[in-house]
């Protein structure tokens, strides 16, 4: 656990009390506990139920798996137009299906990919692009509050050691609490293989802080 002294001020209060104020920074490592990437299918062509029955059996297939979860799923299907002479032509639709796919298990997303990429090429249509982003291990929303919650408590329990530790009379008159984060970047694959390699990504450590602000009043 990292502890960080940033800011300290003392404030007149009366003439026999005053307020201490500073700021201390809280860490903690925590290992991420689900991998997560975004796949995107897209397709154009003249026909809208051509187009519509291609991405539904690519949602069928991604909805059937048990293995992983599925988020933030996005569908739409957009006209294409060329201009020459300030005339309009039609040119095809663009259907784009995607989601953020999400589980725990390196092996599932691996079976995953590698079944979704089979889907695609069984469809055997030129013009269907598959875009699978980079692979990586992130911190879940229930482990991110787990550590934060017990950043908090214990913040809580240093600064209250330490107003009983001080040479003088001081109470807890308040304290702030803002939280920092680590993220991981991702990385957008265009070209994908008929197949990939069985790839788990190394888990690294993820840093995790708050940095609250005390005021003591002290007599």
Same mark, same amino acid.
């Given at each position: 656990m990292l502890k960080k002294l940033t800011l300290c001020t003392i404030l007149p209060f009366s003439l026999y009390s005053y307020e201490?104020?500073? #700021?201390? %920074?809280?860490?903690?490592?925590?290992?991420?506990?689900?991998?997560?990437?975004?796949v995107i299918a897209t397709i154009e062509n003249k026909d809208e139920d051509f187009i519509t029955n291609k991405l539904e059996y690519i949602n069928d297939y991604i909805k059937e798996k048990e293995e992983i979860k599925y988020q933030d799923g996005n569908f739409n299907l957009t006209p294409l137009y060329s201009y020459n002479n300030n005339k309009r032509n039609f040119?095809?639709?663009? $259907?784009?299906?995607?989601?953020?796919?999400?589980?725990?298990?390196?092996?599932?997303?691996?079976q995953f990919i590698n079944e979704l990429i089979e889907v695609k090429n069984k469809l055997n249509t030129n013009n269907l692009k598959l875009n699978i982003s980079s692979v990586n291990w992130k911190v879940s929303d229930n482990l991110n509050s787990t550590a934060?919650? #017990?950043?908090?408590l214990n913040a809580i329990n240093w600064i209250s050691l330490y107003s009983k530790n001080l040479h003088k009379s001081?109470?807890? %008159?308040?304290? #702030?609490? $803002?939280?920092?984060?680590?993220y991981y970047?991702?990385?957008?694959?265009?070209?994908?293989?008929?197949?990939?390699p069985k790839i788990t990504p190394t888990k690294s450590v993820q840093t995790i802080s708050i940095n609250p602000n005390f005021t003591l009043e002290c007599r």
């Open positions: 201490l104020n500073f #700021s201390k %920074k809280f860490s903690q490592t925590i290992n991420p506990d689900i991998l997560t990437t975004r040119i095809a639709y663009k $259907g784009n299906l995607s989601y953020n796919i999400i589980t725990k298990d390196a092996n599932n997303m691996n934060l919650d #017990s950043l908090r001081c109470i807890i %008159k308040k304290i #702030s609490i $803002g939280t920092n984060h680590n970047p991702r990385i957008i694959t265009n070209n994908i293989s008929r197949t990939i």
